[in-house]
T-cell receptor, first 109, second 114 residues
Framework: SQQGEEDPQALSIQEGENATMNCSYK?????LQWYRQNSGRGLVHLIL?????REKHSGRLRVTLDTSKKSSSLLITASRAADTASYFC?????????FGAGTRLTVKP | DAGVTQSPTHLIKTRGQQVTLRCSPK?????VSWYQQALGQGPQFIFQ???????QRGNFPDRFSGHQFPNYSSELNVNALLLGDSALYLC?????????????FGDGTRLSIL
């Protein structure tokens, strides 16, 4: 399906460490987006990478996209306790966008 | 610059009832999408409205319907509520219906069905 699947489901790290989350999908896409969701809140857009791009950076975030492997990764460097949240990838095709089940990241102070 | 606002924030209904949820998009946005998010799951796409028409629809029954008004605000209606409809309902707005646009989300309406 077009819907992304995140891996791992949960990740626990110490403050200052890097966190890597992966997203796999099965069909062609136009773009892939990453979102963050704090408990009980709405999703916040982090970064969008188009199918013809391989890597994008935004502050401490680095996203890669490998369309041949149908996968993407989100790297958060020098993590902080405030990065504790759920992270979702969303695959976009034409006017359709679908979310995965997310990775729950816990950053321990 | 107001972001996406949703009302109410919480709602409790009983099986068989009907509910209407409301969403005002971010200023300047013309497209509204609705999602259902069960506890511990990712958002599931319900439908998208653009130019007052339903443009895309996810795998949801006809009990789920919506509307978009000329000021771009939107409503989600759910009829004949089931226990399984208990979830966080999220509204997201964007500039245009293309998936190439980032979506801005409200904080959702928590719907509980008793």
């Amino acid at each position: 399906s077009q819907q992304g699947e995140e891996d791992p489901q949960a990740l626990s790290i110490q403050e200052g460490e890097n966190a890597t989350m992966n997203c796999s999908y099965k069909t062609s896409i136009n773009n892939l987006q990453w979102y963050r969701q704090n408990s009980g809140r709405g999703l916040v857009h982090l970064i969008l990478i188009r199918s013809n791009e391989r890597e994008k950076h935004s502050g401490r975030l680095r996203v890669t996209l490998d369309t041949s492997k149908k996968s993407s990764s989100l790297l958060i460097t020098a993590s902080r306790a405030a990065d504790t949240a759920s992270y979702f990838c969303a695959t976009g095709l034409n006017n359709d966008m679908r979310f995965g089940a997310g990775t729950r990241l816990t950053v321990k102070p | 610059d107001a972001g996406v606002t949703q009302s109410p924030t919480h709602l409790i209904k009983t099986r068989g009832q009907q509910v209407t949820l409301r969403c005002s998009p971010k200023s300047g946005h013309d497209t509204v999408s609705w999602y259902q998010q069960a506890l511990g799951q990712g958002p599931q796409f319900i439908f998208q409205y653009y130019e007052e028409e339903e443009r895309q629809r996810g795998n949801f029954p006809d009990r789920f319907s919506g509307h978009q008004f000329p000021n771009y605000s939107s409503e989600l209606n759910v009829n004949a509520l089931l226990l399984g409809d208990s979830a966080l309902y999220l509204c997201a707005s964007s500039l245009g219906p293309s998936s190439n646009q980032p979506q801005h989300f409200g904080d959702g309406t928590r719907l509980s069905i008793l």
